[in-house]
């Protein structure tokens, strides 16, 4: 179950709330609704209204109980009602035609909002996930050139200065490293890992060796960037961990939005390569960090008995 | 130390907190001598900036001495007198070598909250919600100020705190807000909103070479603090704001809008005040842009909007038909403050202008509450409130 993004969430329970909201007097008094927008001149307008009513509170079932998805519901309820008050303001004129596109007009306004969040319940995704295999992908533009970047990550050694999942990468020799992972839930992982390819100032690859607890390779590719805006970075992470359990392994290691994380990592990487340090804030102390950012500390200093 | 802390909707309060430690070896440390309370902390106050932490200590426009430095700075030094600009700006990335320091690249850790709302992230900023960066703002007695070679203006003559205090924001905002217009020589300039940001906006266009700038607001005593710049007074509840200003124009239209309300606006007619006020409440919007809507409106064809008024998220009814069929130019930023502060500070030293006129209130930082509240209710002809630790 891939599930949606937060704001996508919040926005499905927020629609949800507002179908409540509209539903319940299209039931108790839909007298009065049916005279707001313009149509208590016909007498089948508090039976349709009530019926609407019902199809309401079903929206709101669906988006408060169960997915961000039920929005489309929203996205046909709407264009159904936009049909019925066009109808009737066609149909009519002075003040009820006035109300009935005044109330036209305010179904128009949610109508955006719920085809955005029903589009967003589509394009929400996390990763590439095969049968066993789990491929996480992002990206950075960074303003130093493609030797720089490159020269800096070759020393494998940085990885842990801006990837926060590794506590440390030991260089054994030209190919060979030992790498240690903080999981927060097991006490570490470790493996070790061999270079496959190194095209100087463009590309890097490495995967972990035969028998590694979580077998994972990945590749990092540098090139100039456009217009003289330094290089651009594109990192591709690969977990395959026997009996398929990618998903979850991968979740301990990097946390529930774990394509997030690798940008955050890139982040971070730009960072010190453009500031010399990983930024800091009241907020967020360690840094830019997915699951700091969901944990905020208030924006106040840290107490002094903090180590900074 | 004491700084003034968001608790919630509608409520600040000035607590005992930590005093801030150097973080990073390009920090500075000021000790506040002069701090102010700005329209986009309302926003803030009134709960509709996402994203806030209860605790949070707020405030962006500050200035003070500098008490403590990292080991990596180089420009300032402890002893120094210093104005902070509101974004916090790395000085390194493509946006910052480019002098777009509110879009700089590096200096919000909370980037990913913000791309989740904004698509990309802008630079961080003081005091202003965790989405920006969750750091400590300047209405408190020490501030921790990140890349001190890269913001912080150093005053090295005796201009005193209230004269200078405003290069930290509102000057140069309105500045840039007609900046954007693109000032030709006849151009008729209409502002929306004579808060402090649409009064230096006015003042701005006339130095930029403005034939007539028109003030639009609904305080009859913030309209008369905006026409000692010379701007035309227009309330908007005595009349029709379009009729107007194209009576004013022979039909034209203003050259150029400048749009200094931002997501609180107010409407004179209640049904769409409602309408807006509704949905921001219930966060189906999350913007009451009244004035934009306005300003697209009346703007002349093939004219420019330019939008310095503060906007968080989504909004409605957007006369998108209005920008494409008359060829209209929409220009909008948080304000670049750093390209600003010297030229203007040259500005105020030559006496071209004296920013302290929009001054109406004088107070300790410990009644920042009260502060708080006649601002928010423009109670007791409030325009600007400066608050002293
Ligand atoms: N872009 C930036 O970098 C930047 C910097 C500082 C402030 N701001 C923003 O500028 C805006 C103004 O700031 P301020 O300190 O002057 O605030 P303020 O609250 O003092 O002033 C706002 C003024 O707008 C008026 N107004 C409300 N609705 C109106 C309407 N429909 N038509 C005309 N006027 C209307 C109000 O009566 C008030 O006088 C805020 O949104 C603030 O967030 C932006
Ligand atoms: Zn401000
Ligand atoms: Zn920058």
Redesign the pocket.
């Known amino acids: 179950m891939a599930g949606h993004d937060s704001t996508t969430r919040k926005l499905g329970k927020l629609l949800g709330v507002a179908s409540l909201g509209l539903g319940a007097p299209m039931l108790i008094k839909p007298e009065r609704v049916s005279q707001a927008a313009g149509v208590d001149d016909s007498a089948s307008s508090v039976p349709v209204i009530r019926m609407v009513g019902v199809r309401e509170l079903g929206h709101a079932a669906g988006l408060l109980l169960g997915s961000s998805r039920w929005a489309w519901t929203r996205v046909a309820g709407d264009a159904m009602d936009l049909a019925v008050l066009g109808r009737a303001a066609r149909e009519r004129d002075g003040n009820r035609r006035k109300r009935a596109l005044l109330a036209a007009a305010a179904v128009l306004g949610i109508t955006t909002l719920d085809a955005y969040t029903a589009l967003r319940t589509r394009r929400a995704k996390t990763g590439t996930k095969s049968a066993d295999a789990l491929r996480l992908q992002a990206s950075v533009t960074i303003s130093q050139d493609p030797e720089t970047v490159y020269r800096f990550w070759r020393d494998l050694s940085h990885l842990p200065t801006f990837m926060y999942h590794l506590q440390s990468v030991e260089v054994m020799d030209e190919r060979l490293s030992h790498w240690v992972a903080n999981a927060p839930l097991r006490k570490q992982v470790e493996w070790d890992a061999e270079i496959t390819a190194d095209v100087a100032s463009e590309r890097l690859a490495w995967r972990s060796a035969d028998g590694s607890d979580i077998p994972n390779s990945g590749e990092v590719r540098f090139a100039p960037a456009p217009g003289n805006r330094g290089t651009e970075v594109r990192v591709q992470l690969e977990y395959q961990p026997p009996g398929g359990r990618a998903g979850k392994v991968v979740a301990k290691l990097l946390g529930e939005e774990p394509e997030q994380q690798i940008r955050d990592d890139l982040r971070r990487l730009k960072q010190v390569l453009e500031t010399g340090e990983v930024v800091l804030s009241d907020g967020s102390p360690a840094g830019t960090a997915a699951r700091q950012q969901l944990k905020q500390r208030p924006a106040q200093p840290l107490p002094t008995t903090d180590k900074s | 130390m004491r700084a003034n802390c968001w608790m919630g909707t509608k409520k600040v309060e000035v607590l005992e907190v930590p005093d801030p430690k150097i973080l990073s070896s390009q920090d500075a440390i000021i000790k506040v001598t002069s701090t102010a309370i700005?329209?986009?902390d309302?926003?803030l106050y009134d709960g509709y900036m996402p994203t806030m932490k209860r605790g949070d200590v707020i405030g962006h426009e500050f200035m003070g001495e500098v008490v403590e430095v990292g080991s990596g700075v180089r420009r300032v030094a402890v002893g120094d007198r210093v104005v902070v600009p509101f974004p916090i700006a790395c000085g390194a990335c493509w946006a910052c070598e480019r002098g777009l320091v509110?879009v700089c690249e590096n200096s919000n850790p909370n980037a990913g909250m913000a791309e989740k709302v904004l698509g990309h992230s802008p630079c961080g900023i003081f005091g202003y919600s965790h989405m920006l960066g969750g750091y400590a703002g300047g209405q408190a007695e020490y501030v921790r100020v990140p890349f001190a070679d890269v913001g912080p203006l150093k005053i090295e003559d005796d201009l005193p705190d209230e004269q200078v205090l405003f290069l930290s924001?509102?000057l140069p905002?309105g500045y840039m807000g007609a900046e954007l217009c693109d000032i030709k020589p006849g151009d008729v300039v209409a502002v929306?909103?004579?808060?402090?940001?649409?009064q230096f906006a006015m003042a701005s266009a006339y130095l930029l070479g403005a034939e007539k700038v028109i003030a639009?607001?609904?305080?009859d005593y913030?309209l008369d603090i905006a026409a000692t710049t010379g701007a035309m007074p227009l309330n908007?509840e005595h009349t029709n704001v379009l009729e107007e200003l194209k009576e004013l124009t022979a039909g034209r239209g203003p050259d150029a809008c400048i749009d200094?309300?931002?997501?609180e606006?107010?409407?004179s007619s209640t049904a769409l005040h409602t309408y807006d006020k509704v949905k921001q409440t219930t966060r189906l919007e999350t913007e009451r842009p009244?004035?934009l809507r306005?300003a697209i409106l009346a703007c002349r064809n093939g004219g420019t909007v330019s939008v310095?008024?503060?906007y968080g998220g989504m909004l409605d009814k957007f006369p998108m038909g209005a920008v494409v069929n008359r060829s209209l130019t929409i220009k909008a930023?948080?304000?670049h403050v750093h390209r600003y502060m010297r030229p203007l500070l040259d500005r105020i030293r030559n006496g071209e202008i004296d920013p302290s006129f929009v001054i109406t209130h004088r107070m300790s930082l410990d009644e920042a509450p009260e502060g708080f509240d006649i601002f928010v209710n423009?109670e007791d002809s409030c325009n600007k409130i400066v608050l002293t630790p």
């Not at chain 2, 929306?192 to 649409?198: K, N, R």
């Not at chain 2, 639009?216 to 305080?219: A, G, L, M, P, Q």
């Not at chain 2, 200094?260 to 997501?263: I, T």
């Open positions: 700005c329209g986009s309302l926003h509110s924001d509102i905002t929306w909103g004579a808060g402090p940001v649409g639009i607001d609904r305080f913030r908007y200094a309300v931002g997501m606006g107010h409407h009244h004035a306005e310095i008024g503060v930023g948080q304000c423009k």
